[in-house]
Nanobody
Framework: VQLQASGGGLVQAGGSLRLSCAAS????????FGWWRQAAGKQRELVAA???????SYTDSVKGRFTISRDNAKKTVYLQMNSLKPEDTAVYYC?????????????????????WGQGTLVTVSS
């Protein structure tokens, strides 16, 4: 599985962006897709994840502002980001996990993710 992320850019605080993650190859074994981010000097964190059953998880700081979704026919996962804040500035990565562990608490553990796309930079100006 190869993942191609796109959609990053520069936006003012309060604005919106939509990130896309296009997958190539067979994704039948993928149990979850996740969007991760890493800000300068900080650890990588899970922003949002969507499991094969459609259930989603979000980190607290983006709840109510970000929405993760997927289009199975296009093999694409999206992250709609609204009401962006300067603290959302980071490199965003999409990732895919095949382990069934991610169907539960393991979804926020990067060790379970087998495939990673290249990052896309999101910069939110104040």
């Amino acid at each position: 599985v190869q993942l191609q992320a796109s959609g990053g850019g520069l936006v003012q605080a309060g604005g919106s962006l939509r990130l896309s993650c296009a997958a190539s190859g067979s994704i039948s074994s993928i149990n979850a897709f996740g969007w991760w981010r890493q800000a300068a000097g900080k650890q990588r964190e899970l922003v949002a994840a969507i499991r094969s059953d459609g259930s989603t998880s979000y980190t607290d700081s983006v709840k109510g502002r970000f929405t993760i979704s997927r289009d199975n026919a296009k093999k694409t996962v999206y992250l709609q980001m609204n009401s962006l804040k300067p603290e959302d500035t980071a490199v965003y990565y999409c990732a895919a996990a095949s382990s069934r562990v991610v169907q539960n608490m393991g979804v926020s553990d990067s060790r379970w993710y087998d495939y990673w796309g290249q990052g896309t930079l999101v910069t939110v100006s104040s």
